[in-house]
């Protein structure tokens, strides 16, 4: 049962990214970029990741609380690889 319920949410992990998009991490693809980052004054930092990454996975927690952290000062920003 529990094999089940943790392959259950690795696959819907894989589906629906590390970020959500109500999270304090921008959410970034092609169809933002340029808006977003390219024709902002902010100053960003951008993770590219995939979301069956092992690194990435571990990073994600950070990245979102370094998101809150900063907010006002740096905008952070993940790119789903696999996809953009």
Known sequence: MFRTITTCFFLLEAVFGLYDARGPVV?????????????SDSLWLVEFYAPWCGHCKSLAPEWKKAAQE???????????????
Do not use: C, S
């Not at 959410?27 to 024709?39: G, R, S």
């Open 27 to 39: 959410i970034l693809n092609k169809d933002n970029w340029q808006q977003e980052v390219m024709k």
């Open 70 to 84: 900063l907010k006002g000062v740096v905008k952070l920003g993940a790119v789903d690889m696999t996809t953009d």
